[in-house]
């Protein structure tokens, strides 16, 4: 699992409740650092995050659809949550499968009950 997001605190929550759910999990906190960690650890999941500095989570999402990320893809934000949602509606319709959204602030647990749904998936 990779999880792409600028702020280490929400980093830090989706890393415990993923490890606590036995998930592999790598973090990264620069958009610089996207591919090179997408083509060394070839996640399942990535959780991304779409408002951040520099590349944003949109040119991420077109950078997966490029290269057909066959993948789960939790597209989360602080921002408006109609900007969650539209984006959500970008990566799908860009041919992504978006198995869900997190408006931050969030709870480990909201992360817990969707990794566990996920889980269920990969068994």
């Not at 399942?44 to 408002?51: M, Q």
């Not at 993948?71 to 109609?82: I, Y």
């Amino acid at each position: 699992m990779l999880v792409v997001d600028d702020e280490p605190g929400i980093t830090r929550v989706i890393e415990a409740a993923a490890r606590e759910l036995s998930f592999e999990v790598i973090s990264i906190n620069d958009t610089d650092q996207f591919e090179k960690a997408l083509a060394t650890i070839k996640p399942t999941i990535i959780f991304l995050d779409v408002a951040m500095p520099g590349r944003d989570g949109l040119e991420l999402i077109g950078h997966l659809s490029a290269s057909k990320y066959p993948g789960k893809v939790v597209v989360m934000s602080g921002s408006d949550p109609r900007y969650i949602q539209m984006s959500s509606t970008i990566a799908t319709m860009r041919g992504l499968s978006v198995a869900g959204t997190l408006a931050k602030p969030f709870r480990k647990h909201e992360v817990s009950g969707l990794l566990a749904s996920l889980a269920l998936q990969y068994d």
